[in-house]
C-alpha cells in the first residue's frame, strides 16, 4: 500500500467533513453534469467570492485526502468533475476505446482544431481547413467529443463549438490547457484564419 493511501485509510473518521457551503457546491457541480463558471456558482448560490472558492478549494482538498473516484479540474474559467487520473487505465476498458480507430483523419483534424480555437464556429473551422466540415460536425456531435457553447454575437448567430468531457477523459486530459503546445506554425496558421474570418463579419 503506498503512502498516500495509507494516510488517507489513517484519516478515514477523524478528517474534517465538509462544510455545508461545499456540500452545495459540490451537488451542483454533479447536477449540472457540464462545467460551471465561478460567476454562475455565485449566482445559483448566492455565495460571494471569496465563500465560493473557499468551497471549491474545500472539495478539491477533500476528494484528494480521501482518494475519490473523481477530481475537481478547472478548465477555462469553469470547473467540473473528472475522474481520477490514475483510474483512466482501468476504465478505459469499459468505457473508452481508442480515438484513432474511431475517427478519420479528416476528423481528428477538425476535432484539433475545435479544441486549440474553441470557442469556435463551423466557418471558421472550414477556413482554417480549406473545405465545407458541415458532416464531420456533426459526427462529432453525435460522438459527444464538441457540443454547442454558445452564439457568436454576429448577423446570423451562428452557433459556437467546444470540446466535451467526453473528450478530455479519451485524449486523458485533465482540463483544455494540458494540451500539448502547438508549434508556431500551426499557431499562426490558426491565428490567422481565424482573424480573417473576423475581418470579413
Do not use: W
Amino acid at each position: 500500500m503506498d503512502k498516500k493511501r495509507q494516510t488517507g485509510n489513517d484519516l478515514l473518521g477523524q478528517g474534517p467533513l465538509l462544510s455545508t457551503e461545499a456540500r452545495l457546491v459540490e451537488i451542483i457541480l454533479f447536477l449540472e453534469n457540464e462545467p460551471v463558471s465561478l460567476e454562475k456558482l455565485m449566482k445559483m448560490t448566492s455565495f460571494s467570492e471569496e465563500t465560493a472558492k473557499a468551497a471549491l478549494a474545500q472539495i478539491k482538498e477533500h476528494y484528494a485526502l480521501f482518494l475519490h473516484g473523481l477530481d475537481l479540474v478547472e478548465s477555462q474559467g469553469s470547473y467540473h468533475f473528472l475522474p481520477s487520473s490514475d483510474l483512466h487505465d482501468k476504465l478505459r476498458s469499459c468505457y473508452g476505446k481508442r480515438v484513432d480507430r474511431r475517427l478519420s483523419r479528416a476528423a481528428l483534424e477538425t476535432l484539433s482544431i475545435v479544441a486549440y480555437s474553441q470557442p469556435i464556429t463551423r466557418r471558421e473551422i472550414d477556413n482554417i481547413r480549406g473545405v465545407a466540415s458541415d458532416t464531420i460536425i456533426r459526427l462529432l456531435r453525435e460522438r459527444e467529443y464538441i457540443k454547442v457553447v454558445g452564439r457568436k454575437d454576429v448577423p446570423g448567430h451562428p452557433c459556437l463549438y467546444g470540446t466535451s468531457r467526453k473528450f478530455l477523459f479519451e485524449f486523458n486530459l485533465s482540463s483544455i490547457s494540458a494540451l500539448p503546445k502547438l508549434s508556431d506554425i500551426d499557431r499562426l496558421r490558426f491565428e490567422t484564419e481565424t482573424t480573417q474570418e473576423i475581418e470579413t463579419e
